[in-house]
């Protein structure tokens, strides 16, 4: 399974940019960069996709290296209803799947 | 369009029953998933299916857990002889197929199983 690497939790006041990191050293050329986010007591919600270029949707931004072994998730402006734990995902492609696989996430805090 | 819907939204059972969640995906999709998530985990992957067939069923557990999606109605992730360990959040997600790959995962309310 392709790995993800994300700092356990940041924290970023309100109405200011909040870039968060992911490291996936390990991913393959076919794997798709995808992020969700999860707020309390839901279930997660997608956010964003991208397999090289960047991209932007209303939401958020995301940022990919060139060498896709690593990506940025960028909220323009941070607000209370952004605090939620955001997880960033390759997903395989195969035969037999359209896994997600996720790992533990960064807990955002969006300080007032 | 509404989304994925999961019912119920909690349920307990005692130590022995039998637990059923329901998922009904996002219309127009037809593959389904099923996630479960331990208290402070992430969550994981137990199976994937299609209309009347399991994909991968790599994340189930061999005993007591089983999971169908049935021509007509909701996919139905089924646990027998519930234990204490069983409690978490279980999550379904539906795709679409585009391009006739399956696509971005929708992800349900969740169903909290409390084993008592």
């Known amino acids: 399974d392709a790995k993800t690497t994300q700092p356990n939790s940041m924290e970023s006041n309100e109405e200011e940019p909040v870039h968060l990191p992911c490291n996936h050293s390990t991913i393959s050329g076919t794997d798709y960069i995808h992020w969700y986010r999860q707020l309390p007591s839901q279930g997660p919600e997608y956010v964003i996709h991208g397999l090289t270029s960047n991209v932007n949707n209303r939401m958020a931004s995301l940022a990919i290296a060139e060498d896709r072994k690593s990506s940025t998730l960028i909220l323009h402006r941070a607000t209370l209803r952004d605090a939620a734990v955001y997880y960033c995902i390759l997903r395989a492609l195969s035969n037999t799947g359209n ?13 007032p | 369009n509404a989304g994925v819907m999961q019912n119920p939204r909690h349920l307990v059972r005692r ?3 039998e637990a059923r969640l329901r998922c009904s995906p996002m219309k127009g999709h037809s593959h389904v998933y099923w996630y479960r998530q331990l208290p402070e985990e992430g969550l994981k992957f137990m ?3 299609q209309k009347e067939n399991i994909i991968d069923e790599s994340g189930m557990p061999k005993e007591r857990f089983s999971a169908e999606f049935p021509k007509e109605g909701p996919s139905i992730l089924r646990i027998q002889q519930v234990v204490r360990g069983d409690s978490a959040a279980y999550f379904c997600a539906s795709s679409p197929i585009i391009y006739r790959v399956p696509d971005t995962q929708y992800f349900g309310p969740g169903t909290r199983l409390t084993v008592l």
């Open chain 1, 99 to 111: 896994q997600f696989y996720f790992g533990t996430g960064t807990s955002l805090t969006v300080i």
């Open chain 2, 47 to 49: 199976v994937y299916l």
């Open chain 2, 15 to 17: 130590r022995g029953q």
